[in-house]
């Protein structure tokens, strides 16, 4: 009875040898580093959803993420053509509607760690405008619009300090009030922020950058 024996083994143009234990651990280190990973991020949800009650597409509602406001969730790629993203949060996955969260700008790992760990950021009251609202015609803000955390470093009087006649779009605050902004600076130096559940104009040179942590 004959016994067939099965061997790895390497070729090079100059020899051909059988491949020891420790080539073919270096052939699937290699192999793995160029297998595509897709692009982690972080994303923070401004309003509550629950697909059973709120999705858009009530048949595939089941395979959506359901998440509360300040809930950290982790995504997968970049959005598909209905505008939701791929992303997992407390034990469970789903896609995400991206109207419904915003980017956390934060590129270290061990910051990614650690507020996954942590699970929620203090995100108060943000559902009582849209994101995508119009401002009293100052524009709207981008549904993709990156979240940031600010302190204000004065007090701040739209009524009597503020340079615009429509004054009436800004938001005022006091000195070490916490601000959430959404997206850039407009042309003026404003950005559109969230102080106390209320949201309007901030003026960018009242504010100081916080970290999320």
Do not use: C
Not at 190 to 206: A, I, K, M, Q, T
């Amino acid at each position: 009875m004959e016994t067939s024996l099965e061997l790895d083994v390497l070729i090079y143009p100059d020899e051909v040898r059988v491949a020891t234990p420790e080539d073919l651990l270096q052939w699937e280190l290699e192999t793995a580093s160029q297998v595509s990973v897709p692009t982690v991020r972080l994303f923070v949800a401004l309003y509550p959803y629950n697909p059973a009650a709120m999705s858009p597409n009530y048949e595939t509602a089941a395979e959506e993420l359901p998440f509360v406001p300040g809930q950290i969730i982790k995504v997968f790629g970049d959005k598909d053509a209905d505008g939701f993203y791929h992303g997992e949060s407390g034990g469970l996955s789903g896609f995400v509607p991206g109207n419904m969260v915003a980017e956390i700008p934060v590129d270290d790992e061990y910051l990614k760690h650690l507020l996954m760990q942590q699970g929620f950021l203090p995100v108060d009251h943000t559902a009582e405008m849209p994101l995508t609202s119009d401002l009293s015609g100052t524009g709207s803000v981008r549904d993709d619009a990156v979240v940031r955390r600010m302190v204000a470093l004065f007090d701040y009087d739209p009524w009597e300090s503020s340079p615009n006649v429509d004054s009436e779009a800004e938001l005022g605050f006091r000195s070490g009030d916490i601000i959430y902004v959404l997206g850039d600076m407009d042309p003026d130096g404003f950005y559109y922020g969230d102080v106390h559940g209320r949201r309007g104009l901030v003026p960018s040179n009242f504010l100081q950058p916080l970290p999320w942590n």
